[in-house]
């Protein structure tokens, strides 16, 4: 992440007193002999244990406690500290923990994230674990009224020689203050038998818990009667268009039109459609047993039919590839709709969209929900990819080369068999092609990662580094002239074949040059993939590559060849002022995520973007479908996702985040349920306030 520049703080002018719960080691952790360092930080400290930081403009202001001697934490369950944001925006903050004085922030570091809201007080646990399952969840439990900072960070980790750790922002634009305070460590956690047989948590209770099998049929039956007495909404055509609003052109498939200096999609009806819908809309959330069966109190036995959803499963991330797992929702959809569940179920979420307002099945969803021709819907396609360019931020990997001929091969093949059955079918809007790619990097160079990355590669393995090379050597006739430019001391061109390390103090004409590059990159990209989905799928919308880590001159190269220009984007709502750039783009644009989620209904880790309960996270989704509704760019969002993750975490990556509509024992979230039916109600009113209305 980056190495700190630091000023001195003398320990006598810092003490934090330190508390250690319950068995621990006392001399494990004292903060009273640390020494501690800022970078673009003003600390100020009242009674020895509050602390004042104000974060100042810079890449990565921070406070860093550096130990005298290691410190062994391994018999701890963590660190633990009171944030105070006193200030009247939201704020962003990151802990970072070190185990050794050569991290370059990611190796030998666990670095988590947590986003404080304004005038909010919370306290955090980052837990350090050595757990080797426990890569498997993102969030455990912690103390009653604390919420947990996932500690992110690949390869081992030494919980018992820790060097450093530091609280700091990631390039804020003003002065942010926080104040902290009773920095210490917890206790291991116990994990043995926290969850039930229907994939809950055993240590607290809540509304609408489920401890009985006949609780689920009482709840079926509520449901249906809830349905049959709200069916769709009122003024919807039978795509979820705007019936009784204008009627543009009719086309028989999705498409996109200005009304009113205001970006739609229009439906096959000729009706303003904007899409508001839900990802994930499948039934399979198995979660890893391997590694850890004492956590599950009451699996089923090998005679029971419930044992037919154990299953194995494989993760890109964490120590173990491969192991065994089970999953509670199906085994909770079997209890509920009998062993047919699958049709009942699926039949069901058709119904549930509409009644509470949606109107389209979202990113991830199972095929089996488009071929009732009840919500129109999207298409998932990724394209595989075997050449790759680091952009220097590679969460998901690394960007796939398109200057590499394969690479059209690929994705002519894949959008072709994605979108084959879909070739005449009106209720298909379009296609998202891969999400969150890495676009950029961290910092100011992070905008130009990808050319940084391309010329570390040699040039014989690398097609995007000879397409950097051939640009080069097009503006400079000479290596001489390239040497002035670029600040370096080549004695030729062939130098640059081998892989080359771009300067750190890169002079303008080369920071213009890797900006040149990375906009020829996105527009290779998006051209190679709108050329092969527009041949395969001329009836239907490229909804682009769902942007989260991106410079804007790559958005500005898609908008180029995308018929829909889509976004990532979690935040408790869209910003108008921040967001209003996308004028430029000239062409709609649509959220493919967002979501949040809160701790008072028995899950572990609330989601990216935190609410202090459910009928906060209601209301956050009202103020986001506004916010979308009110900038005249956006065609609309999807929720990321239909039903909560697993408690224990997805199989793949670990994730086990409150943010479904539905819990893992099919439970509707009631305040969600309101909120949505509310605000959808009225969103084309509030889209088109002036628009002639056929009522």
Known sequence: MFKPRTALITATSFIVCTTLQGALAAPAFNLKTAQMFTDHAIVKTTDGDLTSITFQPADWPHLLYKAPQPWDWSQSGGLQLTVTNPGPKNI??????????????????????????????????????????????????????????????????????????????????????????????????????????????????????????????????TEAAWLNKHGSLPDRDRFGGWSTGPTLNRTGFFH????????????????????????????????????????????????????????????????VKQGKTYDFFRANLYRKYGPKYRTSWYDLALQRLRAWGFNTIGNWSDPVTFGAHKVPFVVTIGIPSITKVSSGSDYWGEMADPFDLQFAANAKAAISAAMAPYSNDPWCIGAFVDNELSWAGPGTRGEYGLAIGAMAEAASASPAKRAFLAQLQSRYTTITAFNSAWGT?????????????????????GVNDCTLFVRAFADQYFKVISTAFHHAAPNHLYLGCRFAWYARDEVKEAAKYCDVVSFNIYAPSINQKQWSWLSQLHKPCIIGEFHSGALDRGMWMPGLVLEPNQQARAKMFEQYVKSVAENPN?????????????????????????????????????????????????VYLLRYPKATTNR
């Open 489 to 509: 001391n080549l004695t030729s061109w062939n130098e640059l074949d081998a892989p080359f390390t771009v300067p750190l103090a890169l002079p303008t004409a």
């Open 256 to 319: 996109t039109a200005l009304y009113q200096g205001k970006w739609s999609l229009v439906d096959p009806e000729g009706h303003l459609f904007l899409s508001f819908g839900t990802d994930c809309v499948q039934d399979q959330y198995p979660t890893f047993l391997t590694g850890r069966r004492n956590w599950f109190s009451n699996l089923p036995d090998a005679s029971s039919p419930l044992a037919q959803f154990y299953g194995t499963s494989t993760s890109f991330m964490g120590p």
């Open 634 to 682: 956006f065609v609309g969002c999807h929720w990321f996702q239909f039903v909560d993750e697993p408690l224990t975490g997805r199989t793949w990556d670990g994730e086990n985040y409150n943010i479904g509509f539905l819990s893992c024992t099919d439970s509707p979230y009631p305040e969600m349920v309101a909120a949505a039916r509310k605000v959808l109600r009225n």
């Open 92 to 221: 962003t903050f990151m802990i970072r923990v070190d185990d050794d004085l050569s991290s370059d922030g990611y190796h030998h570091a666990r670095s988590g994230t947590a986003t404080i809201k304004a005038r909010q007080t919370i306290t955090y646990t980052m837990p350090y674990d050595q757990d080797p399952m426990r890569f498997g969840v993102k969030g455990l439990p912690v103390q009653a009224h604390t919420v947990e900072i996932s500690a992110q960070g690949p390869g081992v980790f030494n919980i018992a020689h820790i060097v450093q750790f530091q609280i700091f922002m990631d390039h804020p634009h003003s002065d942010h203050t926080l104040l902290v305070s009773n920095i210490h460590l917890v206790p291991k956690l116990s994990l043995n038998g926290v969850v039930d047989k229907f994939g809950q948590y055993t240590g607290s209770d809540w509304p609408g818990k489920i401890t009985t099998t006949s609780q689920l049929t009482v709840q079926r039956n």
